[in-house]
T-cell receptor
């Protein structure tokens, strides 16, 4: 079974700091990588997708992909208390028909 | 408004009863998915469908059944054979093309079986 691994946390950062969330995956042929944010009691919301090695920026969010190391990360700059949530990493399966999700990292931003 | 709807938001059933969860999307997406989430756990894939009248089992299909008679609808039935049905059930949809599989989730249904 192919796996997606995340540190469960909690990751605690002060308001205004950079939060760094990490994810590793086991299947070398994976091509599509996603970050979802899930607030307590709510459904996941897609916040970033990345398909090529390097960085992809969208507002305060930056996704970083390193296929050689099988590593994808999410940086959140100027963290706000409203960023407090669980962040799920997802990777396409080998057949390209579905996503495999990590268990998520809980982020807590204190004001 | 385009989106994915799931109903009901909360559902309570007695053990031994089958229950059907609704999922509808008006995003014109080909692919639809059902996941289950338990406290402290990631999302586990139950069933998915890439086209109408076709669906495949995911990692934890036992005790569940689905149908895909219309592109917009992908209902999930939790049968009495499912040993631990109490969970948060999430429906998602996506374009399902090639290797780019962005998925968008509905609001979810919390099922409690006693």
């Amino acid at each position: 079974q192919k796996e997606v691994e995340q540190n469960s946390g909690p990751l605690s950062v002060p308001e205004g700091a950079i939060a760094s969330l990490n994810c590793t995956y086991s299947d070398r042929v994976s091509q599509s990588f996603f970050w979802y944010r899930q607030y307590s009691g709510k459904s996941p919301e897609l916040i970033m997708s990345i398909y090529s090695n390097g960085d992809k920026e969208d507002g305060r969010f930056t996704a970083q992909l390193n296929k050689a190391s099988q590593y994808v990360s999410l940086l959140i700059r100027d963290s706000q208390p409203s960023d407090s949530a669980t962040y799920l990493c997802a990777v396409n399966n080998q057949a390209g028909t579905a996503l495999i999700f990590g268990k998520g990292t809980t982020l807590s931003v204190s004001s | 408004d385009g989106g994915i709807t799931q109903s009901p938001k909360y559902l309570f059933r007695k053990e031994g009863q089958n229950v059907t969860l609704s999922c509808e999307q008006n995003l014109n997406h080909d692919a639809m998915y059902w996941y289950r989430q338990d406290p402290g756990q990631g999302l586990r894939l139950i069933y998915y469908s890439q086209i109408v009248n076709d669906f495949q089992k995911g990692d934890i299909a036992e005790g569940y059944s689905v149908s895909r008679e219309k592109k917009e609808s992908f209902p999930l039935t939790v049968t009495s054979a499912q040993k631990n049905p109490t969970a948060f059930y999430l429906c998602a949809s996506g374009l399902g093309q090639g290797s780019i599989y962005e998925q968008y989730f509905g609001p979810g249904t919390r099922l409690t079986v006693t």
